[in-house]
């Protein structure tokens, strides 16, 4: 179904900022709910964040709330992550998924972008 594209991924100094997008192909998503998951070094991957397409209501994990930021322009077909106060722990592959409304299973996955942090 939906490709999904990751892009700005880099090397940025503890402390720095970093946004992160996600371009799906041209389809609407009001029902669907867009995903970012990261996997770093001998980890699992573990989820991020999260935004209802429709009203954009968003769930972070613990460990990066009041740091990084999930957003969407519908117009686009994208969605961001706004990485601040970045640490070294944050450094991994960051994916971007999709999960269909009504359904418990993440169904699309973009191809990663390497985010590495500095200290």
């Known amino acids: 179904q939906v490709q999904l594209v990751e892009s700005g991924g880099g090397l940025v100094q503890a402390g720095g900022s970093l946004r992160l997008s996600c371009a799906a192909s041209?389809?609407?998503?009001?029902?669907?709910?867009m995903g970012w998951f990261r996997q770093a070094p001998g980890k699992e991957r573990e989820f991020v964040a999260s935004?209802?397409?429709?009203?954009?209501?968003?769930n972070y994990a613990d460990s990066v709330k009041g740091r990084f930021t999930i957003s969407r322009d519908n117009a686009k077909n994208t969605v961001y992550l706004e990485m601040n106060s970045l640490k070294p722990e944050d450094t991994a592959v960051y994916y971007c998924?999709?999960?269909?409304?009504?359904?418990?299973?993440?169904?699309?996955w973009g191809q990663g972008t390497q985010v590495t942090v500095s200290s």
């Open positions: 998924a999709k999960r269909s409304g009504g359904s418990t299973r993440w169904d699309s």
């Open positions: 041209g389809r609407t998503f009001s029902s669907a709910t």
């Open positions: 935004i209802s397409w429709s009203v954009g209501r968003t």
